[in-house]
């Protein structure tokens, strides 16, 4: 607090510290340190321009750090540093035989030592709260403290005092929960996407690089907040050092250099939701038993996932990012993909990013050159699949003509953001493209884009979820688009496109916010 600065910057009383604290203070002696940063002591609480500015420092702080102490256990819990915890050998398993390569290992253990494995580590409090991914992400070195024994973190292994390396436990070397997050900051996980526009583009190196972005970010949604407008700050440390290592750009959750595809995000099915934070309740929403507490992030733009409301299922995961497999893996082409042009935040020149960027998302509008057609809103309450998916009748039709298929070997699926918009679209809704793909062995097209409404503002448009086409046919590519288009619609970037041979269907810029 504000009003104990000047007291605490001469002493503080060890009395007036929670047990936590002094054991923290303990540990460090004891290693022989002298310098230790609590969060709460070290940033005045009550001044925000304090905290924003030492929030944004927290990549540099364990980063640098020697060693971070990490408490298993929640803050609220009572921590008594004078109790003697129970002798660690009475829960360790005995190992017989050591685990070999090709060879099991024979450990035995008691029921609850058992539990000393990566889901368990996974389930710990301290694995529950936003603000420690951040600190397990970036810290060179963690100790485990306040679970029935010691563990130490560090980048080459998870280890445990007195079973050792964490292949006895059940988490291979290398590959604790956190380890697998912090693979993200090493080189070999990032390589620059490859930008040909026709055939097989993307690499494997790019096809990683977003898959683990993806685990990295739905393992942050899962985690808790006490202050829900504190997310996008939470994750700030994390996104500034994946920056710094790899020379990418930061665009609210994003990458510039794998956009517009990391804009193919959408929610999971609503089937395995049990939780959601979101303020715009739906009423099959609430049929369905789900409940909402927590506002949806109006500082985000809406093309982010944190502008998204947080839902929690069985799975443990609800943004999913597609990564156009088919395109990276060689099994077709792509016949169109979105352009982003330029991106741009208030009052900055385009293109540039401000030092705020990592945490201030406010005004952020990028620019992107797609296929656009319009749908008629709203949409029938019959075309609806489940809580927030739709299927576009008027598209599929169009579809099977292009195809001259029918049946069910045509598809196109409208997933919505938030269940409770649904039913206030009173405008046109578009379809905006952004890539579109073509399997000629299997006869399979597909495309993948977004829904938009007008925005506030004159020529902007704000995202309402995400959309997914499918068709087969016996006809090859050519054979399809064998009628050259009419010269109007024609580009550089569209030209080998099936969709802009929709009727209604055009190229337009659009600026989304």
């Not at 001044?47 to 971070?68: H, L």
């Not at 609220?76 to 360790?92: A, C, F």
């Not at 309450?381 to 299927?391: P, V």
Request: contains cysteine; charged residues 20%; proline residues 5%.
């Amino acid at each position: 607090m504000s009003s104990k600065l000047q007291d605490f910057q001469e002493a503080i009383p060890l009395d007036m510290l929670p047990n936590i604290f002094a054991e923290a203070i303990r540990i460090t002696r004891y290693l022989n340190f002298k310098y230790l940063w609590i969060d709460s002591l070290c940033i005045i609480q009550d001044s925000k321009s304090d905290w924003t500015a030492e929030a944004n420092m927290m990549s540099a702080v364990y980063n640098n750090a020697v060693c971070t102490i990490a408490f298993v256990l929640p803050p609220e819990v009572s921590y008594d540093s004078t109790q003697l915890r129970e002798d660690p050998r009475v829960s360790t398993p005995c190992v017989i035989r050591e685990p070999m390569q090709f060879k099991h290992g024979i450990i035995v253990t008691l029921d609850r030592a058992a539990q000393t494995t990566e889901s368990s580590h996974r389930d710990w409090p301290l694995s529950s709260r936003a603000w420690t991914l951040q600190e397990q992400i970036l810290s060179p070195r963690t100790i485990f403290w306040g679970d029935d024994t010691i563990k130490w973190e560090c980048v080459e292994t998870f280890c445990d005092e007195l079973v050792g390396d964490g292949d006895l436990i059940g988490i291979s070397k290398g590959h604790s929960p956190d380890l697998t997050l912090r693979e993200l900051l090493s080189p070999r996980f990032c390589s620059q996407p490859n930008e040909s526009k026709r055939g097989v583009s993307g690499q494997t190196g790019e096809y990683n690089i977003i898959s683990n972005w993806n685990r990295l970010i739905n393992d942050y949604r899962r985690r808790n907040l006490t202050h829900a407008n504190d997310r996008i700050m939470a994750f700030a440390g994390i996104a500034q050092a994946f920056q710094a290592e790899h020379g990418l750009v930061y665009l609210a959750g994003m990458w510039k250099e794998h956009l517009p595809r990391s804009l193919l995000w959408f929610i999971d099915d609503p089937a395995n939701i049990v939780e959601s934070l979101s303020l715009t309740p739906h009423p099959m929403a609430m049929m369905k038993g789900l409940t909402f507490s927590d506002p949806i992030l109006n500082s985000a733009p809406t093309w982010s996932f944190f502008a998204s409301a947080i839902y929690s299922n069985r799975l443990d995961r609800d943004v999913h990012l597609t990564h156009g497999q088919q395109a990276i893996f060689g099994l077709g082409y792509v016949l169109f993909s979105a352009a982003l042009l330029h991106f741009a935040w208030p009052n900055a020149p385009v293109d540039y990013s401000p030092p705020t960027a990592y945490y201030d998302f406010v005004g952020l509008q990028i620019s992107l050159e797609f296929i656009m057609i319009d749908v008629a809103s709203p949409l029938p309450r019959e075309q609806e699949l489940y809580d927030r998916t739709f299927r576009s009748k008027s598209l599929e039709a169009q579809l099977g003509s292009l195809f001259e298929i029918g049946g069910d070997f045509k598809k196109v699926c409208l997933y919505f953001d938030d269940n409770g918009k649904i039913d206030q679209i009173s405008t046109q809704i578009r379809i905006a493209i952004v890539e579109e793909r073509w399997r000629e062995y299997h006869g399979v097209y597909n495309f993948e884009g977004l829904i938009l409404e007008p925005g506030e503002e004159e020529d902007t448009w704000k995202r309402l979820g995400y959309c997914y086409g499918e068709a087969e046919s016996d006809l090859s590519y050519t054979t399809i688009a064998e009628k050259p288009l009419p010269e109007s619609r024609t580009s550089m970037s569209g030209e080998n496109s099936l969709f802009l041979r929709l009727k209604g269907a055009k190229m337009e810029t659009l600026t989304l916010v």
